[in-house]
């Protein structure tokens, strides 16, 4: 006699096939009621019942339970309205995708309650690991990240003791690369639109412009300095504020969306760029791209810390105990006609 | 003898009391196990051997099982990068957030594939509901929401019958608006820079635009029509063949990136905004505010679709059995200096 194959032949575990033999309900009508799929109110209570008696679980949760296979890989970025966040993410879907898992992203709007209540939903095991690029990261950050039972990758500053997972790059350096180069273009006026100091990124901004000016000999003029926020509207009206009441031949933007909002200035006020005044943006997006003229941008190297935070994620999923990785991604210059030299001479 | 509660009140399943009962160890190592937090080897043996036993699933998986709550909704959407879907998906969430649940975003590329497969995902009940936005619905799309055992709204084209939520807007009448409008500030030589026709999008802006044109009596001019992709380079490249065989007097582009592209083209070639050359976009995104001169851009409701999408989405995973909804969001023309009429006569 053929014994039917009522229980998982690999595990053991219950099946549908075991729940439909305590139910007295056929294999398509178990499966409809466990995938809630629909069924007359009979056979759901008769199936429901078989269920528990036997102590079946759905495939696709038993897998989540067993072997941490839910299939999904979340990021956590602060706004996916920010072109550069764009940029990590398909950076991170490519390499997600060809584990055969997807990706689903969510934007915190860089709210730190919003950030931490997401790493600790990993508690639920809702995806198979995590990247998060916090603005900041804090205690509660960090406490949940070591408490999830599956891992998480930080692009970002972190603590060098974290035992987390990190990707990062080097803004300060990034400022001094487009310093120079404004320098080498005959600029000396250079002026600087930032994000809030009391940011993660705009602290690093404004440390590493005061030491590139300082590199330069070129003594800080408190008056060429503006913050304001790392979006595009903010950006236009530090620019404004700041070209009201001085004349630089440069403008430093601390990123993309505050450098559009800075040509919008510029132009609205009759100044030619590059010719009046150059321009340099950071991150590097497809914005810069897309302006005219093109805007000279700092890339940060956004698509390759995803590329590698996501890497190093899948990595972890495999082999759990690997110790912390520390990877580094080097800033790099884009120039282009936003920031050429021009002749010298006055204006025409 | 007070009896101890080994099994949840509420609805006697077994918890995590039953399950360290069962085990013979304390509720914490039951439950750091339970958890995945870590523990002795034998301890972990114990108490999973124990789960089993007592048919225990974690609450998390219980709430998804019993009662469809992952507290989680899903957005799949073609490209993140598009503006007009983070309009889109800033709305749905707030609405999300506001119902206590969390935004899971998904980026499609726009490959039927894909979109088919995250629809077929549904069945493992990963989010309580999904609102898509696909470029164009198939049959295995309808199959797949239809299939679902949870909730699906579509933003978007949909056929009548189809048995599925649906928000939509008008991108004919739209067309008409920026057409009427360039009409009204007195231009006549409209070029038309469109995606492609055998999309949804790309057919209904061509068929728009010249139901538009025979409306003011003006025969369309193919040379004045140019078709590329709805992306800022092809947008681009479009615009620079069709001002390279012919001189409009204004261009109306099928979505804000086409005209950035358009706006670029234009700028590079010498001519001016709106003074030689009217533009309008479509989509109305941030995008065209941040450009100089500002976009004047179709509004196709991006933001308000996302709303009530999420609203409906909302009602019915609290009420299955409603009969399908159909919303519509008109069109509306937002005006900008790119448009502005321009003094008659000779160009100075």
Redesign the interface.
């Known amino acids: 006699m053929v014994r039917k194959r009522l229980h998982d032949p690999v595990d053991g ?1 219950p099946t549908v096939h075991t729940v439909a033999a305590r139910a007295g309900v056929s294999i398509a009508s178990a499966s409809r009621v466990l ?3 629909g069924a007359s109110d009979e056979t759901i209570r008769k199936v429901r019942a078989a269920a ?4 079946y ?2 495939n ?2 038993a897998r ?2 067993q072997s941490q296979r ?1 299939g ?1 890989v ?1 990021l956590a970025v602060e706004d ?2 920010n ?1 550069v966040y ?1 940029a990590m ?2 950076a991170i ?1 490519a390499v997600v995708a060809s584990s055969g898992r ?6 915190t709007g860089g709210h730190i309650p919003s950030e931490t209540a ?1 790493l600790r ?1 990993l ?4 995806v198979d690991g995590m990247i998060v690029s916090p603005i900041r990261v804090t205690n509660d950050h960090l406490t949940a990240m070591i ?1 999830s ?1 599956v891992p998480v990758v930080v692009i970002g500053q972190l603590r060098e003791d974290a035992p987390v997972d990190n990707v990062r790059t080097d803004s300060r350096t990034g400022v001094g690369l487009a310093v120079d180069h404004l320098v080498a273009t005959g600029r000396r006026r250079i002026g600087f639109v930032n994000g809030p100091l009391d940011t993660v990124p705009g602290a690093a901004r404004d440390a590493g412009f005061r030491a590139a000016l300082a590199g330069h000999g070129i003594e800080p003029d408190e008056r060429l300095i503006e913050v304001g926020d790392f979006q ?1 509207a903010a950006g236009r009206a530090a620019a404004e504020r700041l070209l009201a009441r001085a004349t630089p031949d440069a403008l430093l933007c601390a990123n993309d969306l505050i450098a ?2 800075a ?2 200035a510029l ?2 006020g009759g100044r030619r760029v590059p010719h009046d005044v150059a321009l340099v943006g950071m991150d590097d997006t ?1 914005l810069a791209q ?3 003229p093109q805007l000279s941008s700092v890339s940060l190297g956004s698509a390759e810390r995803g590329r590698r935070a996501a890497e190093l994620l899948l990595q972890r999923i495999a082999e759990p105990a690997l110790p912390p990785r520390r990877e580094h991604v080097p800033p790099a210059l884009s120039v282009r006609a936003s920031s050429e030299p021009v002749a010298a001479g006055p204006a025409a």
Do not use: D, K
């Open positions: 575990r995938n809630g799929l528990a008696e036997v102590g679980v759905p696709a949760i989540s339970l839910t999904l979340a996916i309205g072109p764009v993410m398909r879907e997807q990706l689903v992203v969510h934007a997401l939903r508690a639920n095991r809702y408490e039972p595009y559009v909002g040509l919008h132009l609205a497809e897309m302006m005219f």
